[in-house]
């Protein structure tokens, strides 16, 4: 196996749209989940399952798909997971009720987490710390690109050709791009590690957790992902039973924020060499508070026209996009010769507690914004503290090494 010195822009840019694979095929069908809702007779939280079990599934496929990957290479098993998700996007196209729906979209998002986890960990390969964090940043800005389209391309879909069509331009998107990766995609795994079975890997799982400077990143991470995730399981409802505006309409303010989280890609790109990681994150999480504030602030004085809810809160999406990747490439960087597995279990918790949020936001909502808005302030208020937690631990840690 061999590993490279850079990749080519084409190949960050595949991998990018690798990377939005799972994130795109769980968007694509927002709009629609009101109207799954009725035309299932099934109620809001069961209707909700579709996505917030879809990122549990996402979660586990990235605890695995890290591992497996130090052992066996990145490349098959990025091919491995993108057969899965065309295997779960066929048998979502064949599903006719609530329960086949969600088991076929937790297979589908289990194959489409491969991306998420794999593309950092190629990144992680090639470049070293500050670097990784700038290309992590333009390949999540790339990559944000198609989930950003992709709940107003849902309901389009949905409105010519019914909700079940997003099915096919997922199935047909994955086939591309696997065929794409298996001819243009280099090794980069230069050592393998042995794989000696669950037991190791999890034991490789503790040593990450064992870290504070590991811990303090990856729950910075985690919970930027839970103020995304919690606002776009709940807006399409908020659309519709709050501000009493079409469904489809969702998809079209929803570009607001995926563009605020680009815009903030690009910041951290821009800066990222004259500024050091911590200092992005510390800018980026503040922001992000700051915006979600702004939010409360316009919804108590009366303001419940769209705009007075997308266009702040990506402004706090826009403060999320400078830190996570800053956020991703710190915790990562703490065990580079395990890169896959520090990466899969960051994403891990990213979706599991971005799953937890998406249901408990579909359980308190009450018939207005506010529950879900005092949860992404929540998520964001601990953010910031989590990062702050791991700086002060990655201080301790090279004065004690100083010391010795």
């Known amino acids: 196996m061999t590993n490279t010195n850079s990749l080519s822009k084409t190949l960050v840019v595949l991998l990018a749209a690798t990377s939005a694979l799972g994130p795109a095929a769980m968007q694509i069908l927002l709009p629609a989940i009101p109207v799954i809702r009725q035309e299932l007779q099934v109620s809001a939280e069961v209707a909700q399952l579709t996505l917030s079990l879809s990122m549990f599934a996402i979660a586990i496929g990235t605890l695995v798909y890290g591992p497996l990957s130090d052992k066996f290479g990145r490349k098959p098993v990025m091919l491995l997971g993108l057969s899965i998700t065309l295997f779960g996007s066929v048998c979502c196209l064949f599903a006719h009720s609530i329960g086949w729906l969600i088991v076929s979209r937790f297979i589908q998002a289990f ?4 991306g ?11 470049y070293g710390g500050q670097e990784a964090a700038r290309v992590i940043a333009t390949l999540v800005m790339v990559m944000v690109v198609i ?4 709940p107003a391309l849902g309901g389009e879909l949905m409105i010519l050709f019914g909700w079940e069509s997003v099915f096919v331009v997922i199935a047909v998107l994955t086939s591309l791009m696997a065929l794409f990766l298996y001819k243009s995609l280099p090794e980069t795994l230069v050592e393998p590690v042995p794989f000696a079975g669950v037991g190791a890997m999890l034991m490789n799982f503790v040593r990450l957790f064992q870290s504070r400077v590991f811990c303090g990143y990856a729950f910075c991470v985690t919970f930027v992902s839970v103020v995304f995730f919690s606002f776009i399981s709940a807006a399409p409802e908020i659309m519709v039973s709050v501000l009493k505006r079409p469904a489809t309409e969702y998809g079209y303010y929803f570009v607001m924020v995926p563009a605020g989280f680009m815009a903030g890609n690009y910041t951290t790109r821009y800066f990222g060499r004259s500024y050091s990681m911590n200092t992005m994150i510390g800018v980026g999480a503040s922001i992000a508070v700051g915006g979600i504030g702004l939010t409360i ?5 009366g303001l419940h026209h769209p705009l007075a809810l997308f266009a702040p809160v990506a402004l706090a999406i826009f403060g999320n996009g400078i830190t996570l990747p800053n956020a991703q490439a710190a915790a990562i960087n703490e065990f580079p010769r395990f890169a896959g597995s520090a990466s899969g279990l960051t994403g891990f918790l990213q979706m599991a507690f971005s799953g937890i949020a998406a249901q408990l936001v579909a359980i308190v909502f009450n018939g207005t914004v506010y529950p879900l808005l005092v949860i992404m302030l929540g998520a964001s208020l601990i953010s910031l503290i989590s990062f702050r937690f791991g700086v002060m631990a990655k201080q301790q840690k090279g004065s004690e090494a100083q010391s010795t």
């Open 111 to 114: 194959g489409g987490a491969v």
């Open 116 to 126: 998420l986890v794999l593309a950092r960990a190629i990144v992680r390969d090639v």
């Open 147 to 150: 989930p950003m389209l992709s």
């Open 297 to 301: 602030a316009l919804q108590l004085l």
